[in-house]
């Protein structure tokens, strides 16, 4: 196990909600990044924080939002579901921003929009 | 653009030995991982190149050309449990670039 935790497992909404995803990186790390991964598919890189702040984006449209807390926990918010938002939420922490350092992933949340 | 490549499946039998191939085109580049994932699970760590040549690991080797925008992850003695996804992901600036990953079937 990685010491990255995530809540909740497993999650049902409708088409419209809002939802709020949790991860707590890993004892140490400062930075955590957020993936979406679709059945079959790699995971696509939502975003990163790096102390609180947001330290990079991929292609996902503003109904993506996220937070990180002092403690380095971190949110992602997705309002107005869709169908396609339907996937695996993965979380991911590391001991400093950017690309080129290990990341320790958490357990994700099985998102099923209906 | 960015783009990583990897076969979409493999079978290989126990005991033999596997060679999954990525190549990728990305902006930027600071090193490329193999990580390893079981259906339904998180992605595992299971190697890191950031300079040319093969790096080993018991049973798993991982080879990586930056001039050919090339890796390859080498399993050895397959075993069943062996049997999942492989993914391989190229670091650039502040995200993991991501291939579609490689499924592999083990047959006994």
């Known amino acids: 196990e990685t010491g990255v935790t995530q809540s909740p497992t497993h999650l049902i909404k409708t088409r419209g909600q809002q939802v709020t995803l949790r991860c707590s990186s890993q004892?140490?790390?400062?930075?955590v990044s957020w993936y979406q991964q679709a059945l079959g598919q790699g995971p696509q890189f939502i975003f990163q924080?790096?102390?609180?702040?947001?330290?990079g984006r991929g292609n996902f449209p503003p109904r993506f939002s996220g937070l990180q807390f002092p403690n380095y926990s971190s949110e992602l918010n997705v309002n107005a579901l869709e169908l396609d938002d339907s996937a695996l939420y993965l979380c991911?922490?590391?001991?400093?921003?950017?690309?080129?350092?290990?990341?320790?992933f958490g357990p994700g949340t099985r998102l099923t929009v209906l | 653009g960015q783009n990583i490549d990897q076969p979409t499946e493999m079978t290989a039998t126990e005991g033999a030995i596997v060679q999954i191939n990525c190549t990728y085109q990305?902006?930027?580049?600071?090193?490329l991982f193999w990580y390893q994932q079981h259906a339904g699970e998180a992605p595992t760590f299971l190697s890191y190149n950031v300079l040319d040549g093969l790096e080993e690991k018991g049973r798993f080797s991982s080879f990586l050309s930056r001039s050919k925008g090339y890796s390859y992850l080498l399993l050895k003695e397959l075993q069943m449990k062996d049997s999942a996804s492989y993914l391989c992901?190229?670091?650039?600036?502040?995200?993991?670039?991501w291939g579609a990953g490689t499924k592999l079937i083990i047959k006994p």
């Open positions: 990305t902006s930027g580049f600071n090193g």
């Open positions: 992901a190229v670091g650039s600036n502040y995200q993991l670039i």
């Open positions: 004892s140490g790390h400062n930075t």
């Open positions: 991911a922490s590391t001991h400093s921003g950017g690309g080129g350092n290990e990341q320790f």
């Open positions: 924080y790096y102390r609180e702040e947001e330290n």
